[in-house]
């Protein structure tokens, strides 16, 4: 299945994004643990130039705890490091503003000694749905950004004070105009980043059983009482699984639709085990 979205508040996001850059001395970059470089948008690189970055893994209590130390280790280089954590936990975003002063400890030394008081200010980027406004709050241990389980809920940018001397722009979440790799679509499709609303579910379901019945087949199988049968196509497969929770429509024909659905609910609640759909391979 092709999948292509890119709404027009976007396109003005990145615009913004590309006015701000200046205005801030670090970018947090908010991936979601579960598709790390499926996250990786390749329009920020070129905004961001040689900005620090703090690398967020959020999502982390839904994520393979081995990919997400692969991961983490990955993104820490020179000028940014990374950080994993589940942004839904009181007090988890407290590593983010140990990163963000390590990496601005020149800075914060400068203006210390030139006796100068001025905020730290970053940037919080990253796709929709990654956790960027539920880290803000955990950051200011208030709600002052707007958080939602879907993609796009915020649309336009907004300054935060957050810890001591420290400021953020929260901005929407962006994906890029024209996606070249199906599986990054898909996977982006998968954490929810992209609207189900604009998908065929039915079909992205049916990509999505095989990609389980390649990396996690033993879960998936056990979450729906199903056996493995290398004659099944995907298809079967969800045949199999509406029968089993009985999800029909009049006439008795098997509702597709609803078990579709209830199979990426369950994948994105953390039903079928922690799992990471971007694998990273060591020393990479």
Known sequence: MKIQWFPGHMTKALREMEQNIKLVDLVIYVLDARAPFSCLNPQFSEILGNKPIIFVLNKTDLA?????ALWSRFFTRENSLAVSLNSTLTNASKTVITAM???LAPKIERNKNKGITMPLRAMVIGVPNCGKSTLINNLCGKYKAITGDRPSVTRSTQWVKVAGNIEVLDTPGTLWSSFEDDEIAHNLAY??????DVLDVAELSLDFIEKML???????LDRYNITYNADFRP??????ICENRKFVIRGGELDYERGARAILDDFRKGRLGKITLDDCIPNS
């Open 235 to 240: 298809v079967d497969y969800l045949s199999a």
């Open 101 to 103: 002063e390590k990496l």
């Open 191 to 196: 954490i929810n980043s992209i609207k189900d």
């Open 64 to 68: 393979n705890d081995e990919q997400t």
């Open 214 to 220: 390649e990396i996690n087949r033993e879960p998936f």
